[in-house]
């Protein structure tokens, strides 16, 4: 099934549509994004490796889900679906923020996204889809801090821009996950 995604402007306005695979290729175009970070009632983070077989970054450690929304559907519609198709379960999410980046990737393309980005807390059973995950984990936050200042090669540069900002919206907001500065 062909994937149509929705490319924006720098202000998240609606300008056209491009299929997934075309819309990163190259420099890449700008299109709408979205990432989710999960966290359970240990202020442990739910990471995800993305399968080998994506075009960009597989094989790399991310939040939970990451992904787009389709030409006609929304944002909201769009982060549920998704979250329960990599991971067999849906909780409520929150939008805490929004930044664009734009990484290439290689000789296969690039990420250039509006990224609109997603928080939820989740204490049930997990059921990985294999065709989008290759492994997954809960990380307390000060062993993620280490792995990030050890390892930060090994994750995706969405990932490194938004932690961060999640822990610190997530701090001021709750006063939890106070334990984590990358």
């Not at 094989?59 to 990451?66: E, H, K, P, R």
Request: contains cysteine.
């Amino acid at each position: 099934m062909v994937e149509t995604i929705i490319l924006v402007d720098d202000k998240d306005k609606e300008i056209g549509f491009e299929e997934k695979a075309k819309a990163h290729l190259g420099n890449g175009k700008l299109h709408r994004s979205f990432s989710i970070f999960v966290f359970n009632d240990k202020d442990q983070l739910l990471l995800q490796k993305r399968s080998d077989k994506k075009m960009l970054w597989g094989g790399f450690w991310t939040n939970a889900c990451c992904s787009h929304p389709l030409k006609g559907e929304t944002l909201e519609k769009a982060v549920h679906r998704k979250l329960k198709q990599e991971f067999g379960f849906d909780c409520p999410l929150k939008e805490i923020f929004t930044f664009i980046y734009h990484e290439k990737f290689k000789d296969r393309g690039a990420e250039h996204e509006f990224d609109h980005t997603f928080v939820g807390f989740y204490n049930g059973e997990i059921n990985p889809n294999q065709e989008e995950i290759a492994d997954w984990k809960w990380i307390d936050m000060k062993d993620l801090r280490k792995e990030l200042q050890n390892n930060a090669h090994n994750y995706t540069p969405w990932f490194k821009i938004a932690i961060n900002r999640v822990v610190e919206h997530l701090s001021e907001d709750s006063g939890r996950i106070r334990s984590f500065k990358a």
